[in-house]
């Protein structure tokens, strides 16, 4: 942490001259203006963050070079994949695996869960934003606890459960536990969304005779539409990449989601690591686009609520 | 959280206006009601559906000795009609203090604070450093940013597995060490390194959402309040202690909070990484899915009964969190 202090550091020294770290009692003299950083300091931050984005980098960088080797062993020897990088890997995923199994299971539970959880917890968001009933304080903590539910809660139940109703290995079957947690997840995020919409526009829409449930429809839906794609997002991400369930809820190959499709690389086909980590770029890539769209609006979201119900 | 009062009276068109008397504004109140528990019904619905029965369901396993010879199952046309009988509470006692009960359960639940205290540090001082670099007016800033979010942008099931590929013996990492003559652990068996190494994959992969977090509320941070500090002739290690830390309290507080949860519940990493190879690098969660689904038998009861107690000591935890939180407000805010 001793480097932040250059991120706050305000030399005292007369321009042109520029020494940082001189926390001494600033005497009131011409101000450097906020966030302006002096050479040394520049040149710190600038190591730290590309070391650390090199770190960040790295992993995925590596996933991506060894798919483009063609054989199953490459990963022990990286060097020679440079010479024979191929996209072999990815016809071969494309044609002669299941991917596009895994992509319509993966794509049904996910926009399944999402339509129903964004569904389901708009009302609700709006009501607890909004309106304080008999029951608003315990409602709000139900809220909250469901979503620390570890995995091991639910899933010796769900799993008999969902036997007695023959919905194991059925895609309903997994958006139904996943809206276990979307549904209170979402309606958590929606209710600090509807929370930064001013109250004054409820207002102005029962002045002009609008029943609460016109208010919600008419004029804050439309406001909170941003809301709404950020939980609908978050949703399909986290049934997208939900791993326990779906690996013990799903049995037949067709079925897997990718989180279970990759798995199976290791287990069924001895280990075809190129195979997988061509399967991994081909997920990766079109989530990660997606994400970085709606990024900044899913910090929003996420701390907005804050912690007090 | 301020939250504004619904102080509508739900009047519809034509009806008359003026201050409403006590009969009206009871109705208006009845009314009122109406809407929120018409509003919140289909979520109560789900919720009682979709968690409230399982739970209640579950706490009644636990309550047996059910495992997967004595569970209603189907094998083929036959129906076999389940045979487990209730035993009461001696699941959580032999849990808790049966014997070897501190290699199946203590053990796991020490490394599991651990894992979550040491993860949710590494966690929040990287990104707090990380966020403070970020918020300098830097050439290229923007291009770091998207960078270091990346951990989190690539879904976990994809990038556990890069780490894999990375930390196996005769991987990248271990090619690196060897080439700087330092020693090479065996990442994925040794107890030691596994621990290690999962604690380095889940630091990497969450150090970004608090980064993002963090950041937002730095730049939420009143700049007034630093030019104050600095006329009062504040050095920047004061500034940072008392302008900086300060403002940024409620964004912590809400994704510690997020953190010590997520962290606790990590389950994909732990799994992703190690299978069911690792027995001691496992946290309660994952060691609870390991007895209810990665052994034969399963033992549905006993796991079912480590997510109760996992479910008591995150509500526990988090009851004493807030409680925490809201005495230190009535205090001064440092």
């Known amino acids: ?30 101000q450097r203006r906020r966030g302006e950083v002096g050479f040394a300091g520049a040149f710190v931050s600038h190591a730290i963050l590309t070391g650390a984005s090199l770190a960040a980098l790295f992993p995925i960088a590596w996933l991506v070079y060894l798919s483009l080797g063609p054989d199953k062993d490459d990963y022990l020897h990286p060097e020679r994949i440079f010479g024979k990088m191929t996209f072999d890997n990815y016809t071969f995923v494309l044609q002669k695996t299941s991917f596009f199994d895994w992509l ?50 639910l899933m010796v139940p769900m799993y008999e459960i969902l036997s007695e109703l023959q919905l194991i290995d059925s895609y309903l079957g997994l958006i139904l536990v996943y809206c276990s947690t979307a549904v209170p997840y979402c309606a958590w995020l929606l209710k600090g969304y509807f929370d930064t919409i001013p109250f004054e526009i409820d207002e102005a829409g029962r002045v002009d005779g609008l029943t609460p449930f ?20 978050y949703s399909f991400i986290t049934a997208f990449g939900e791993v326990a369930f779906a690996s013990t809820f799903m049995l037949s190959d067709t079925k897997y989601t990718f989180a279970v ?49 | 959280m301020t939250v504004a009062i619904d102080r509508a009276t739900g009047k519809r068109r034509g009806e008359p206006s003026g201050r409403p008397g006590p009969l009206t504004r009871l109705k208006n109140g009845y009314q009122r009601y109406w809407y929120a528990y018409a509003m919140i019904a289909p979520v109560v619905v789900v919720l009682g559906v979709l ?17 997967s010879l004595n569970s209603a ?7 076999i009609e389940a045979t487990y009988e209730f035993i009461g509470l001696d699941n959580y006692a032999d849990i808790l203090w049966g014997p070897t009960s501190y290699d199946r359960f203590w053990s ?83 107890t030691f390194w596994q621990r290690f190494a999962a604690v380095m994959v889940n630091t990497w992969c969450g150090v970004p959402f608090m980064m993002v977090s963090l950041l937002g509320g730095l730049q939420s941070i009143d700049t ?12 920047a290690w004061q500034r940072f202690r008392y302008v900086t830390l300060p403002g940024l309290r409620t964004v912590s507080s809400t994704v510690v909070l997020l953190g010590v949860i997520w962290t606790f519940n990590q389950f994909a990493v732990i799994f992703l990484l190690f299978g069911d190879t690792a027995p001691e690098a496992q946290i309660l969660v994952t060691w609870a899915y390991y007895l209810g689904f990665g052994q034969q038998p399963r033992d549905f009861a006993q796991s079912a009964a480590y997510g109760i107690l996992l479910l008591a000591i995150l509500i526990v935890f988090t009851s004493v969190y807030r409680r925490w939180l809201n005495r230190d407000e009535q205090q001064l805010a440092i």
């Not at chain 1, 991120?7 to 009692?25: H, L, Q």
């Not at chain 2, 007034?224 to 050095?235: Q, R, V």
Request: aromatic share 10%; glycine share 8%; charged share 10%.
């Open chain 1, 261 to 309: 499709g990759l798995q199976s690389f290791v287990s069924e086909h001895d280990a075809q690591r190129n195979l997988m980590a061509a399967t991994a770029v081909l997920v990766a890539i079109p989530v990660s686009a997606f994400f970085y769209v709606v990024q900044k609006n899913l910090v929003a979201g996420l701390t907005a609520g804050g912690t007090k119900g």
């Open chain 1, 214 to 233: 016109g208010t919600f429809a008419r004029l804050i839906l439309p406001l909170a539409k941003p809301g709404l794609a950020v939980a609908a997002f």
């Open chain 2, 73 to 79: 199952r189907r094998i083929g046309v036959n129906e």
């Open chain 2, 108 to 190: 796991h639940f020490i490394w599991t604070i651990v894992w979550t205290a040491l993860c949710v540090t590494l966690h929040y001082v990287i990104g707090l450093g990380l966020a403070l670099l970020l918020n300098q007016k830097l050439h290229g800033r923007t291009l770091y940013r998207l960078i270091l979010v990346l951990p989190w942008a690539v879904p976990t099931f994809v990038t556990v597995f890069g780490w894999r590929f990375m930390l196996a013996d005769g991987g990248i990492i271990n090619a690196g060490l060897e080439t700087l003559h330092l020693p090479t652990p065996l990442w994925l068996e040794d």
């Open chain 1, 1 to 30: 942490m001793s480097t932040t202090s250059t991120s706050t550091v305000e030399t005292t020294a007369p321009a042109g001259r520029r020494t940082t770290a001189d926390p001494g009692p600033a005497a009131p003299r011409r």
């Open chain 2, 224 to 235: 007034s309040l630093y030019e104050a500090a600095e006329m009062d002739g504040a050095s």
């Open chain 2, 51 to 67: 968690v409230v029965y399982p739970l209640v369901r579950g706490f009644y396993l636990t309550l047996t000795n059910a495992n």
């Open chain 1, 104 to 153: 319509i299971s993966t794509l049904v539970v996910s926009l399944g869960t999402t339509i129903i959880g964004v569904l389901i917890a708009a009302t609700t968001g709006y009501a607890v934003s909004r309106m304080r009933f008999p029951g608003y304080r315990k409602f709000m903590w139900v809220l909250l606890v469901t979503q620390m539910f570890p995995v091991a809660v």
